[in-house]
């Protein structure tokens, strides 16, 4: 009678045990997809590291630029679905969404395509050519 | 959004449109903002657009501060210009070299806009789309030949200018942000800010006269007859006619050949009437210039006309002045 009390004691025990285990299993798991954390990245072109690049995030005036090396960190904790906009003039402009596991991102950006010509506007009078008679 | 974009694109024309259509907007705010703003810096456009646009109810104001920010921030650099000039000149029979030349120099423009604020024209209309779309306002960089009164069009061959399209309430509007900026300095010829509002979605028929786009349904004029010789035979605008006018009606080429005694009339609509002291022609007979009034003048409801009768022969750049303001020149030359 006693050993068994105590068998479905230790069975009891271990399922309260096995049970808090699995809550904490769960617990972190919504916590991984909750909590802000701290991202940080790359950015190059095809030639190297790209310095100078924007890096916001979309909707709001936080944001940060990249290092010589192309890295950055950006300012402000992010959470799982916030969008990062990279940005350099010259180049595509590209749109990361943070997924649950986001904390590095590395890019590539694409370069565009722009011939620069430009006529400055004047306000000196047209003056004719004219022949020397 | 892309394909709805793309649909607008096919379908671009439309009732005229131009700045009045927004006359119960105050750009105000728009104004301020960009003020607020200015030298910030370029390394980081979606925050630049975010900061210029936040606060701002619809997109006309959104797209005013954007491009107000870009004429009082941006200098034209008119080194640069000379220097790509001189290249696309020294390349224009060797396509390879030219698109390396272009490549290159690409770059060189890109990295002085960012780190100067300086830039060419292409400069000022990529800068502006590229914070419009930020925005999620449609923009296009308008490609073509600009004629000021320092270019022989004559030699005109290949596009030297870029300015803007922009998509606001289902229309398709025109605007310069490089001449709105400002011009160079008649003394030193070196840039000078001088925002000219008349830029800011500018009536298409005014913008027709002095830029011709490479793909001419950004005219934006619905059965136009100008096309690019057209275009080369319009008269010599300056940016105060479009400070100044709403229209541009006559006389409507550049060259004139008429008798003594004819009469050499002008029809302009202006934007607010003026007196017929405000009204001055300057004649340059290529050795003086000799400032005359009118013969005759009246403005009806904003339309203004002028007449002046050459009363010796002649070759003759004629300038209208109105407040002032350089308008236009045409040349005339009067026999007997």
């Known amino acids: 009678m006693k050993t068994t009390s105590i068998t479905t004691s230790a069975i009891k025990t271990l399922g309260v045990f096995i049970l808090f285990m699995c809550m904490g299993c769960l617990t972190n798991t919504l916590q991984a997809q909750t909590t802000e954390r701290t991202v ?37 904790k992010l959470s799982t679905g916030d969008v990062l906009v990279i940005s350099y003039l010259g180049f595509k402009t590209q749109e ?38 | ?121 292409t ?4 800068l ?3 914070l419009a779309q930020q925005a999620q306002i449609p923009c296009e960089i308008v490609n073509g030949y600009a004629r000021t009164s320092t270019i022989d069009v004559d030699k005109l061959t290949a596009p030297n200018h870029s300015w803007n399209a922009v998509y606001l309430n289902e229309k398709w509007y025109l605007c310069d942000p490089t001449w709105a900026a400002g011009i160079p300095n008649p003394a030193t010829n070196y840039f000078m800010f001088k925002y000219n509002d008349g830029f800011f979605l500018a009536e298409p028929e005014l913008m027709a006269i002095n830029h011709y786009p490479e793909d001419p349904r950004w005219l934006l004029l619905e059965n136009t007859t100008t096309n690019f010789n057209t275009f080369l035979k319009t008269p010599q605008l300056y940016g105060s006619a479009y400070s100044n ?22 029809s302009l609509q202006l934007l607010d009437s003026v007196t017929v002291d405000k ?50 020149t045409h040349t005339v030359k009067v026999v007997n």
Request: proline share 3%; with cysteine.
């Open chain 2, 245 to 266: 006018l709403a229209l541009y009606c006559s006389p409507e080429k550049m060259r004139y050949d008429i008798k003594k005694n004819e009469h050499f009339s002008y």
């Open chain 1, 96 to 133: 990361i969404k943070l997924k649950d596991d986001t904390s590095f991102i590395e890019v590539t950006l694409e370069e565009e395509y722009v011939t620069f010509t430009g006529a400055p506007n004047s306000e000196k009078p047209y003056k004719s050519k004219r022949s020397k008679e």
């Open chain 2, 123 to 126: 400069g000022y209309s990529y």
């Open chain 2, 1 to 121: 959004m892309k394909i709805f974009y793309c649909f607008t694109l096919l379908f671009i024309f439309q009732a005229q449109a131009q700045k009045s259509d927004f006359a119960h907007i105050d750009f105000k705010k728009a104004d301020s903002l960009a003020l607020v703003y200015k030298n910030e810096r370029l390394t980081n456009i979606p925050q630049l657009t975010e900061k210029l646009t936040a606060n701002l109810d619809t997109d006309v104001e959104r797209f005013r501060a954007l491009y107000k920010w870009v004429c009082i921030n941006i200098a034209n650099d008119y080194g640069l210009y000379a220097r790509n000039m001189g290249k696309r000149h020294q390349f224009k029979n060797n396509p390879e070299k030219l698109t390396k030349w272009n490549q290159k120099f690409k770059h060189i423009a890109i990295q002085q806009l960012i780190k100067k604020h300086r830039t060419i024209c």
């Open chain 2, 279 to 328: 009204v001055t022609l300057a004649i340059d007979n290529g050795s003086s210039t000799f400032e005359v009034a009118p013969e005759s003048f009246s403005v009806h409801r904003n339309t203004l006309h002028i007449d002046y009768i050459f009363k010796h022969r002649g070759f003759y750049d004629v300038h209208l002045y109105i407040n002032d303001a350089l308008i236009s």
């Open chain 1, 40 to 76: 940080t990245g790359k950015v190059s072109a095809a030639d190297g590291p790209l310095e100078n690049v924007g890096i916001s995030l979309k909707g709001s005036t936080e944001g940060t630029v990249t290092d010589k090396n192309g890295a950055f960190t950006f300012p402000k």
């Open chain 2, 128 to 130: 502006l789309q590229q």
